[in-house]
């Protein structure tokens, strides 16, 4: 069956498109994907694909939190 959907978000960029999607595993662990879609010259798209479990959430947020500054947003 593969896993389920539970919650997505679009976000339109200038040349690419993030998305970022909760899925639940068949064990009902929840996670994100974080997907990264961008046109290249023949027309089609190339995505990038980043998983991050429910354990390691804390830790990212934590060093996005970090590292915002240095290109000027904060968070």
């Known amino acids: 069956m593969g896993n389920q959907e539970s919650g997505a ?6 040349q690419r498109t993030y998305f970022i999607d ?5 064990k ?5 994907i974080f997907t990264e879609s961008k046109k290249n010259q023949e027309g089609k798209f190339n995505r990038q694909r980043i998983m ?3 354990d390691d959430l ?7 939190k ?8 904060t968070l």
């Open 66 to 73: 970090k590292v915002a500054p240095d290109i000027g947003v």
């Open 22 to 26: 909760v899925k639940e595993s068949k």
């Open 52 to 54: 991050i479990f429910k």
């Open 28 to 32: 009902g662990s929840k996670y994100l």
């Open 9 to 14: 978000i679009k976000i339109p960029a200038w």
């Open 58 to 64: 804390p830790a990212v947020v934590e060093a996005l």
